[in-house]
């Protein structure tokens, strides 16, 4: 939808639209010579377009779909158990997804309950990695499935950045304060975060991952020592620090860098070599959206 040029005049995307995963799902299905699917799609914005740009891409390459079906956002346990007996009783065991995670999990849910195995899954890049189905009680149902996922990329400095990020520079961020309680199982009192303000900064920090990072909050026990503020991040087994999965946080730099050089181009721009009318250039000081985006 946003595509549309006539109403999203100056949108520009990092990435690629879903009308490409829909594409590359026929041409996976395709390409394992698979001809008889079934299809869900989230009943939304996202999931009726993918799963329509699906079906006409299968149609092309002679896939024939035995099933296609709305998973809708409000679904009722007696709809999420009529959805489960149509994938129960299809023959297809090729199954193509258009969804988000939270809402095809109580689906999965009811398919694990049932045990329906042996379908293999084609995932929409919404729900590909989604922590809320890859779990290992599920992976005897949606285990080897295929999905699309974002183009994943190193941010420069960000590793080094994440490293110095610390409680006592963050000490009213209460997300930067439970990573490092849960990361060295401490916890910390009113009276150590107020000293930790008043004193030098320490070298050690804390990296928090992409997407995923969320924690449910724990009970304080008295079992918990007080963290210090000299715990060392570096030194321990922890995936913050992994930062080659950054998917949309790299869209996210690529999206804001695209933006910052087109307006430096614009402040650079020389008068008569400009790529405007006459070799003009945009006003920095009035710049419109639709110039940063020719630019």
Not at 64 to 87: G, N, P
Request: proline content about 4%.
């Amino acid at each position: 939808l946003l595509s549309n040029k006539n109403e999203y005049k100056a949108f520009l995307r990092t990435i690629p639209n879903d009308e490409q995963q829909a594409t590359a799902m026929a041409e996976i299905i395709e390409h394992f010579q698979w001809n008889w699917v079934g299809t869900l799609a989230a009943d939304d914005d996202y999931g009726r377009p993918g799963i329509e740009k699906f079906r006409e891409e299968a149609e092309e390459r002679d896939i024939c779909i035995d099933f296609s079906e709305m998973i809708s956002q409000y679904h009722t346990q007696k709809e999420v158990e009529i959805l489960a007996d149509i994938i129960q009783n299809s023959s297809a065991k090729v199954i193509v997804v258009f969804s988000n995670g939270p809402d095809l999990k109580p689906l999965i849910q009811e398919i694990v309950r049932r045990n329906i195995t042996g379908r293999i899954w084609l995932a929409s890049e919404a729900w590909a990695s989604s922590s809320l189905i890859a779990k290992p009680e599920y992976f005897h149902v949606v285990g080897g499935t295929i999905g699309f996922a974002l183009r994943a990329g190193r941010i420069p400095g960000f590793h080094e950045f994440l490293k110095k990020v610390h409680p006592s520079r963050s000490s009213d961020n209460g997300f930067v304060k439970e990573f490092w309680e849960e990361t060295f199982n401490c916890y910390f009192t009113e009276e150590s975060l107020t000293q930790l303000k008043n004193s030098k900064t320490p070298t050690h920090g804390l990296a928090m991952q992409d997407g995923n990072a969320k924690m449910e909050h724990s009970m304080r026990t008295r079992a918990r020592p007080p963290c210090t503020g000299e715990e060392n991040i570096t030194s321990v087994e922890t995936p913050y620090l992994d930062y080659t999965h950054l998917r949309i946080s790299y869209n996210v730099y690529v999206a804001v860098y695209s933006i910052a050089h087109a307006l430096q181009d614009i402040y650079d721009c020389k008068p008569g070599k400009g790529i405007f009318e006459n070799g003009s250039c945009a006003d920095i000081k009035k710049v419109e959206a639709w110039q940063v985006k020719k630019i």
